[in-house]
């Protein structure tokens, strides 16, 4: 099992300019979420999901659109980059409705510019 | 809405003394705990977790404490390593669709 991976590792984008961060997990988890992490704070929750072709809006979701048109898959789009949305984005998946424990992936760096 | 709050953003051990991390919560309803670490450019591993009908859980040389009743966690790490320097962050879930709030997270450092 590769568990949670992510793509890409690392981004730079200019204001203004668009881009999607794919998480995939090969668990067979129902649940799957977005985090962003800046520097000396938790993970902020974006946007989740409970099942393919379902989405919810997290803590922080301004500026972030989500999809889950399969399972093992979900899509972070962020249509007009902004400098306040450089940090790091994790994607994170578990079981189901009885499982709490969250699986990470190893993230993604963003740099807007 | 329920916030986390670590006591200490860093701590620094010597390699075989005990650690011990604290952490806050606010919302008295909330249901489950977990810590997790974090080395550098990794996502957060899993260490150990708790519900709310338990005050100890142990796991291989890890202990989380709660106390409810102040509404305080705690990671006790013994016979510290270096390869347990990393950023340690507790998360609560104060319930519906297993959404966890994390703190900011405890750095520690582990010294020979």
């Known amino acids: 099992n590769a568990g949670v991976t992510q793509t890409p590792k690392f981004r730079v984008l200019k204001t203004g300019q668009s881009m999607t961060l794919l998480c995939a997990q090969d668990m067979n988890h129902e649940y799957m979420y977005w985090y962003r992490q800046d520097p000396g704070m938790g993970l902020r929750l974006i946007h989740y999901?409970?099942?393919?072709?379902?989405?919810a809006k997290g803590e922080v979701p301004d500026g972030y659109n989500v999809s889950r048109l399969k399972k093992q898959n979900f899509l972070l789009g962020l249509e007009s980059a902004a400098p306040s949305q450089t940090s790091v984005y994790f994607c994170?998946?578990?079981?189901?409705?009885?499982?709490?424990?969250?699986?990470f992936g190893p993230g993604t760096r963003l740099t807007v510019t | 809405g329920e916030s986390v709050g670590l006591h200490l953003p860093t701590l620094s051990v010597q390699e075989g003394d005990n650690s011990i991390i604290n952490c806050a919560y606010s919302?008295?309803?909330?249901?489950?705990f977990i810590w997790y670490k974090q080395e550098s450019g990794k996502g957060p591993q899993f260490i150990i977790d708790i519900r709310s009908n338990m005050d100890k859980r142990q796991g291989q040389r890890v202990t989380v404490l709660l106390n409810k009743t102040v509404k305080h966690l705690s990671l006790q790490i013994a016979a510290t390593q270096p390869g347990d320097s990393a950023v340690y962050f507790c998360a609560v879930s104060p319930g519906g669709y297993n959404k966890l709030i994390f703190g900011a997270g405890t750095r520690l450092a582990v010294h020979p």
């Open positions: 999901s409970v099942g393919e072709g379902t989405t």
């Open positions: 994170a998946s578990s079981l189901n409705s009885e499982s709490y424990e969250q699986y």
């Open positions: 919302n008295s309803a909330s249901d489950y």
